[in-house]
T-cell receptor, first 114, second 115 residues
């Protein structure tokens, strides 16, 4: 089972709204990731959690706030977003150790900011 | 310098034929991993195949195989017996150190399978 589940699949929000994206995995992985993907571009890494601790923050604006409540869950809290933040947001997970360290992705949340 | 280069923005292949998607990489790290992902229009990134820098054999997974030429720093994906469902965006990616979390992605190749 290599399933990473993301909710919601689609989200439309205004610039003053607060919303959250959710990601869940039950593969026992200890690393979880948020990526942002604009149309026709590769994914861009935003955050990495390793053993529930934030290990990488790729200079993401503070209007994006990640949270890892436990080893299976990853949230991305959104507040005061801009229209240019409209994108596909992908969550991934992987084993923390091992040469392969394959990242398994969810189906993503398509976010539109009006 | 780009870590991963995919020079083919788009490719077409006839159904049941084989196709090669190109990928070159740039790293000075002796230990690295190379990955291919498929992204259909639905958005999910699907892991296809992995090649480690110390692996002696080219990786294979069903209809997918990786033509790994270490000296040339290339890791081309070969899809045999193409199917209509293979139409998607394909990304090559690299991880530079064992267990490292950063994946460097190429710009992708859009493959269209023609009936």
């Amino acid at each position: 089972d290599t399933e990473v589940t993301q909710t919601p699949k689609h989200l439309v929000m205004g610039m003053t709204n607060k919303k959250s994206l959710k990601c869940e995995q039950h593969m026992g992985h200890r690393a979880m990731y948020w990526y942002k993907q604009k149309a026709k571009k590769p994914p861009e890494l935003m955050f990495v959690y390793s053993y529930e601790k934030l290990s990488i923050n790729e200079s993401v604006p503070s209007r994006f706030s990640p949270e890892c409540p436990n080893s299976s869950l990853l949230n991305l809290h959104l507040h005061a977003l801009q229209p240019e933040d409209s994108a596909l947001y992908l969550c991934a997970s992987s084993r923390e150790r091992g040469a392969k360290n394959i990242q398994y992705f969810g189906a993503g949340t398509r976010l539109s900011v009006l | 310098a780009q870590k991963i280069t995919q020079t083919q923005p788009g490719m077409f292949v006839q159904e049941k034929e084989a196709v090669t998607l190109d990928c070159t990489y740039d790293t000075s790290d002796p230990s690295y991993g190379l990955f291919w992902y498929k992204q259909p229009s639905s958005g999910e990134m699907i892991f296809l195949i992995y090649q480690g820098s110390y692996d002696q054999q080219n990786a294979t997974e069903g209809r997918y195989s990786l033509n790994f030429q270490k000296a040339r720093k290339s890791a081309n994906l070969v899809i045999s017996a193409s199917q209509l469902g293979d139409s998607a965006m394909y990304f090559c990616a690299m991880r530079e150190a064992p267990g490292a979390n950063n994946l460097f992605f190429g710009t992708g190749t859009r493959l269209t399978v023609i009936p």
